[in-house]
């Protein structure tokens, strides 16, 4: 029987309605789609379009294979007389090793590899079934938030929430790197009897691997083909300051001036949300910002970028809301009232995803922001944060959320990017809660979204931000100190504040930021309680002692500049991440690939924060295959043994690869 025809640089497989197609998509690369009773769909939701590959198609009696360099893929039919004939593809690289492989269809059990459930309207629930091998480690998928590094064994929600983002790329230590090419609501389940994805509706399957040796061939073979980051701009590489909130205009240029006062370095100053008179104005409220632009006049004659909080919100009373509901410019709720967020007034959220929307949304922000001088936003509640977060109940532009839901940041955030580069703008940054398959070439800094000041949540972000780099979003950063229920009058949390602080210097991105206890309410001149404000968040809010230590990690922050410009250079030319879990540098070295509390600032610098209460001292992993220098006094350590080293308030353990970087010595 016939199941396998050539067309072109494709291979077709055709049984009982089902058509599979593969095709190379990258270096070393396939892409896999496959759909029920239909023809395969084109165009793509992640994926750019590939160079051209030599692909070698062979066709036998038995089965069909399908090589692009290193990896292959191997078609074989099975007949199952009690259900519908179908097909089991098995990966492997150039040395015959099986890197991934769909389960065994057919009787008993009449499993299928590929299971469409149809659905209303002709669409299906996906469900994609491979093999486990127990022993893999996973790595990748974005940002949860949870305190685990190999993800096998996790079941991971495939949806965005506020401080989550779903992004389904993960590397597998056998050497394959795997893309769910589909934005679709669903879930995985890396199990250690299968692995399961599965996408609630969508109208094909449709996924992408790669083969590689070591984590960077993975990195760069997917980077390739989904989008690497700009250049970062040089005031991406020192220090930003920000809180919940500044306020006023007045309080603004007090911060900004006193940091000038200081001789403190600050490349970025925040004003977070709720400058806006309504959510959806997209403008300052001139009652607390009575001229913005001698505002961002002065604040650039200080040499500081003002960066203004965006909420894709729009309240019902907002001066735009009326005209965007008219024209079809916000998402829409499949029924009952359209109120997707109740907060300082009902809701609903603008649609990135039509282009009618970026173009409208644009030109408010251009009229009211741009043309005052302003060029960075901060793309606050990017996921968007639905409440509740009951997915089947909104539309896109594009289509239900259920389906398309998950592409909703990198659509906001190229609303922005590609806004700003109309304007002439080539050093774009723009400050986000969440980010999707692509969302790094629209210059995203992710951050880690409304988490806690405490240890175990900042335990949380040091995995965090390893995967986020694995998922090709090597621009990330956290709130120092954590966002919520920090109290700058208890001891307990100026400790984790200046912890939090030395691990912030070691990130793309430091930036302070959080809703410090005690608050205090606003209220305008009509008597109307708007946003509060929290207590002082600045470095010499928190004792003398303690400024001082901030005051040095700045410092040093600031002569890192060349090497952290240096990293950004390899980030956007090859999209290596800029924080590395040890085992991307060193593959063969086992212990790294287990090691979820130390990781890589770049390729020289091993950073192992103080993430435990009270802690002056730790042990620290030196992977195998370097030298170590310890950056606090010069001592010189061989790889491949854990020491134990001592890390008073005032320092962090940092080792220097091979004496690389020793400017750091006698620094931290």
């Not at 001139?286 to 650039?300: I, S, Y």
């Not at 940054?429 to 398959?437: D, E, F, G, P």
């Not at 175990?456 to 100190?481: L, N, V, Y």
Request: net charge negative; with cysteine.
């Amino acid at each position: 029987m016939n199941y396998f025809e050539r067309d072109n640089n494709s291979l077709l497989f055709r049984s009982a309605g089902e058509t599979v197609k593969l095709c190379p998509w990258g270096k070393n690369s396939l892409r896999v789609r496959a759909t029920f009773m239909g023809d395969i769909q084109e165009g793509e939701i992640a994926l750019l379009p590939p160079e051209d590959s030599q692909v070698l198609i062979v066709i036998g009696e038995e089965s069909a294979s399908i090589t692009n360099g290193t990896l292959t893929a191997t078609l074989t039919p099975v007949e199952d007389p009690f259900a519908a004939d179908t097909v089991r593809i098995e990966y492997t690289n150039q040395r015959g090793e099986v890197l991934l492989r769909e389960v065994m269809p057919g009787a008993p059990l009449h499993i299928m590899p590929r299971e469409f459930k149809v659905l209303a309207g002709g669409s299906f629930r996906i469900r994609q079934t491979f093999d486990s091998d127990a022993d893999e480690k996973i790595y990748g998928m974005g940002q949860y938030q949870q305190e685990v590094l190999n993800l096998k064994g996790c079941n991971l929600e495939l949806a965005h929430r506020n401080s989550q983002a779903s992004i389904p790329f993960y590397i597998s230590s056998k050497g394959y790197g795997f893309l769910w090419h589909n934005a679709a609501i669903g879930e995985v389940h890396f199990g250690v009897n299968t692995t399961q994805w599965v996408a609630d509706i969508s109208k094909q399957l449709d996924y992408w691997i790669c083969a590689g040796d070591t984590p960077q061939e993975l990195i760069s073979a997917y980077t390739a083909v989904t989008g690497r980051p700009p250049m970062m701009p040089e005031y991406g590489l020192g220090y930003w300051q920000c809180k919940l909130r500044y306020y006023n205009q007045e309080e603004v240029l007090r911060i900004a001036r006193e940091h000038k006062e200081r001789n403190i370095p600050l490349d970025v100053l925040v004003i977070d949300y709720y400058h806006w008179p309504r959510c959806g104005d997209f403008r300052f409220d001139e009652e607390f910002f009575p001229n913005p632009k001698e505002m961002v006049d002065e604040l650039k004659a200080m040499g500081i970028r003002p960066m203004v909080s965006f909420w894709p919100q729009v309240d019902w009373r907002s001066e735009n809301y009326q005209e965007m509901k008219q024209q079809g410019l916000l998402v829409k709720s499949n029924n009952g009232v359209d109120t997707q967020m109740t907060f300082h007034g009902n809701n609903v959220f603008l649609d990135p995803t039509n282009p009618r929307t970026r173009d409208y949304v644009w030109e408010k922000c251009k009229k009211n922001y741009f043309d005052l001088g302003i060029e960075n936003f901060w793309l606050d509640e990017a996921e968007p944060e639905f409440i509740p977060y009951d997915f089947e109940k909104y539309r896109y532009h594009l289509g239900p959320v259920s389906e398309i839901g998950n592409v909703f940041p990198r659509e906001y955030e190229r609303l922005f990017f590609e806004g700003l580069q109309k304007e002439g703008r080539d050093d774009i940054v723009s400050l986000c809660r969440c980010a999707w398959v692509g969302s790094q070439r629209y210059g995203a800094l992710v951050w880690s979204g409304d988490i806690h000041s405490n240890y175990e949540d900042f335990r949380k972000q040091i995995c965090a931000g390893i995967h986020m780099g694995i998922s090709g979003i090597p621009w990330w950063t956290t709130d120092i100190g954590g966002f919520a229920d920090g109290d700058v009058r208890e001891d307990s949390f100026k400790e984790l504040l200046v912890r939090w602080f030395q691990y912030g210097t070691f990130l793309p991105v430091m930036r302070m930021h959080g809703a410090r206890l005690p608050h205090t309410d606003i209220y305008n001149k009509a008597g109307e309680l708007r946003e509060k404000t929290g207590a002082d968040n600045e470095i010499w809010s928190f004792g003398e002692e303690n400024y001082r230590i901030l005051r040095k990690f700045i410092d040093i922050r600031e002569q890192m500049r060349d090497y952290t410009r240096s990293v950004m250079k390899e980030a956007h030319e090859t999209g290596a991440p800029v924080i590395r879990g040890l085992f991307y540098e060193f593959p063969e070295d086992a212990p790294c690939w287990d090691i979820k509390d130390q990781y890589l600032f770049g390729g020289d610098i091993l950073v192992a924060p103080i993430c435990h209460e009270g802690a002056t001292q730790r042990d620290v992993y030196l992977p195998q295959g370097a030298s170590w220098t310890d950056a606090r006094d010069g001592k010189v350590y061989e790889g491949g043994q854990t020491v134990t080293v001592d890390a008073p308030i005032d320092t962090l353990p940092i080792f220097l690869r091979n004496g690389a970087q020793d400017f750091l010595i006698g620094k931290i």
